[in-house]
């Protein structure tokens, strides 16, 4: 049986926090930020956790 590959666009996009849950960065930050409030640039410049319903896909990409 072949080694399992870890998804290669999923591993730049997600990391593991320390207590397993899987962290991800905010949409929408790459460009036409100047119609956007700076509360919502601030909103969007800090890192979430993935929804518990797609946490188990996104462990299956990065073979966990």
């Known amino acids: ?6 998804h290669s666009s999923a591993k730049k996009r997600f990391k593991l926090t320390g207590s397993g849950k899987v962290k991800r960065f905010q949409a929408n930050t790459s460009h036409l930020m100047r119609k956007k409030s700076n509360k919502a640039k601030t909103r969007l410049s800090g890192s979430t956790l993935v929804s518990k319903a797609d946490e188990g896909r996104i462990k299956n990409l990065l073979c966990l």
């Open 1 to 6: 049986m072949p080694k399992m590959k870890t």
